[in-house]
Structure formats: structure tokens, C-alpha cells
């Protein structure tokens, strides 16, 4: 859990994302990290999703792949069904949640929008997703499951859906920002109170690697070079405002700084313990 002045934030993995060199760039091999891949040439990593507790609402950002398992290019693969749990661990029910913010809409954090027969999974939320991204999933570009493309389109014109095109505002000190390339209309969240800040990047970079390895995109950049340029961006505000980010597959969903010198270094619990 991740204390951010009166706001709390809770990372909670819906599974497991099997991820190979390739999906980082042909010119990607196992031997170069071993630190990254384990000996069958896999890292393994969480489909992550951010509880947040905000006085007077729950706020919950990304929605994970759902009960299915998908198999990817290269024997990469997406396991999930895990987020449900999650919450009620945590001590949340769906029907608690009071708004989704999705920050892209691929397949692995859009999963429990709906279920298969197109009815809404947080009945009480207001869903929030980017204007160019839910035209990619209506017209079929953006590639997602079935279910959740028909209950998009089922459920686009009613109010409990809203479409962000710029910087919004989800509740006070929970703040949507575009940062395209991985798609066209992604979106980080920025969470602030008290004077305290933390970033949650989504997938505008898939592992903290990426600041040793700025060559390292992601297979499912739309635009990678758009994707590189926002990366370094995110790099370079983390660098010079020193408070920490966390992105849906960083390992253990653990959220980190980048330091002085441009390393990164992972949160630890703090003797106030705000951090754990």
C-alpha cells in the first residue's frame, strides 16, 4: 500500500503476463539481462491494477484482462481473473468502486469491464476512457475482447461512460493526462495530496528496464517512436521532481524513483510505514 498525503493507493494483480525478449524489440536477447529473464527466457509479470481511497470515493485504474487466458506472439502469453479477489481482499466489492479509469484500452486493462453478456461489472463506476481509443475499439483497430467491444458499444452514449480527450480531473488530487504511443489516446494518472505525489504510468513504460535500456519498446506501441519520446519525458520529470511511479507491469508492483544520478530505485517501507 502506497500512502500519498490522504490518499491511498493499492497496487492488486488481476495475473500473470509472460513476457519474452521480443516483446521489448528484435535486437532484445536473454543473455544480455539475466537479471530481467529467467532461464526459460521469460519475465514474469503482473497485469496490474491501482485501487485508489480517496476521501468519499473509490477510484480504481485499469481493469485487467478478466478470466480468460491469451496467448501472444513468441509464446508470450496473459493469464488473468485474479483483480475480483484482489478487491475483495482489500475489503471492496465491484459495486463499491465509483470510477474506472482505463488507461488504454488494450486487452489486458479493460478485462472486467463487462461481462459476457455485456453487463457491467461496476455497476456503480463511472467508466473513463480516451476518446481516440474507444473509436479504435468500435471500429475494430484496437483489438480487444469480444464482450467488452459489444458492451463498449452498448453502453458509449450513456453518462456512466465518458470519453477524456484532454487533462481531467476523476476526483480531487486524481488526474488523467494523455501520454500516447502505446496507443493513440493512453493515458497516465497522476495522484497528489498533501504535497506528495505519485505517478501510475500504465503501460507508457512496461518495466523500470527501460531506463537502462531506452532502445527497449513495447510490441504494442502504436507509435514507437511517439512512445519513446514520452517515456523519456516521463524519465525526465520523475528525474527532476523526485517523487516515485509505478506502472502496471512493473515487478511486484512496486512503485520507484529515479535518483540523482539516474538509476532507478525501488520504494521501501518508510519508519513512518507509509510506504509497503
Not at 480517496?54 to 509464446?75: I, N, W
Not at 497522476?190 to 500504465?202: A, H, K, P, Q
Amino acid at each position: 500500500m502506497m500512502q500519498v498525503g490522504q490518499l491511498a493507493v493499492t497496487g492488486i494483480s488481476d495475473g500473470t503476463f509472460v513476457a519474452r525478449p521480443s516483446y521489448f524489440g528484435k535486437h532484445v536477447s536473454v543473455a544480455a539481462r539475466p537479471d530481467v529473464f529467467d532461464r526459460f527466457g521469460a519475465a514474469w509479470l503482473p497485469i496490474g491494477c491501482f485501487l485508489i481511497r480517496a476521501p468519499g470515493s473509490l477510484v480504481l485504474v485499469d481493469a485487467g484482462l478478466g478470466p480468460e487466458a491469451k496467448q501472444l506472439p513468441d509464446g508470450m502469453m496473459l493469464v488473468g481473473g485474479q483483480l475480483l479477489a484482489g478487491l475483495h481482499a482489500a475489503g471492496v466489492e465491484p459495486s463499491d468502486i465509483d470510477h474506472v479509469v482505463c488507461t488504454h484500452l488494450h486487452s489486458d486493462h479493460c478485462g472486467w469491464l463487462y461481462t459476457p453478456d455485456m453487463q457491467t461489472v461496476f455497476g456503480s463506476a463511472t467508466i473513463w476512457v480516451g476518446t481516440a481509443d474507444l473509436e479504435a475499439v468500435l471500429d475494430g483497430t484496437l483489438g480487444t475482447a469480444d464482450h467488452i467491444r459489444r458492451g463498449l458499444g452498448s453502453h458509449a452514449a450513456e453518462p456512466a461512460v465518458q470519453r477524456m480527450t484532454g487533462t481531467v480531473e476523476i476526483a480531487p488530487g486524481i488526474v488523467a493526462q494523455p501520454s500516447p504511443g502505446h496507443t493513440m489516446r493512453h493515458y497516465l494518472v497522476e495522484v497528489c495530496s498533501e504535497g506528495e505525489t505519485l505517478l501510475l504510468v500504465g503501460d507508457a513504460i512496461t518495466c523500470p528496464i527501460q531506463l537502462d535500456e531506452p532502445t527497449w519498446h513495447s510490441y504494442g506501441d502504436v507509435d514507437p517512436a511517439l512512445g519513446l519520446r514520452n517515456r523519456d519525458a516521463i524519465w525526465e520529470r520523475l528525474r527532476n521532481e523526485a517523487f516515485p511511479a509505478v506502472g502496471s507491469h512493473f515487478p511486484g508492483l512496486r512503485a520507484g524513483r529515479v535518483d540523482r544520478v539516474g538509476g532507478w530505485v525501488e520504494e521501501r517501507a518508510r519508519a513512518d510505514d507509509r510506504w509497503g
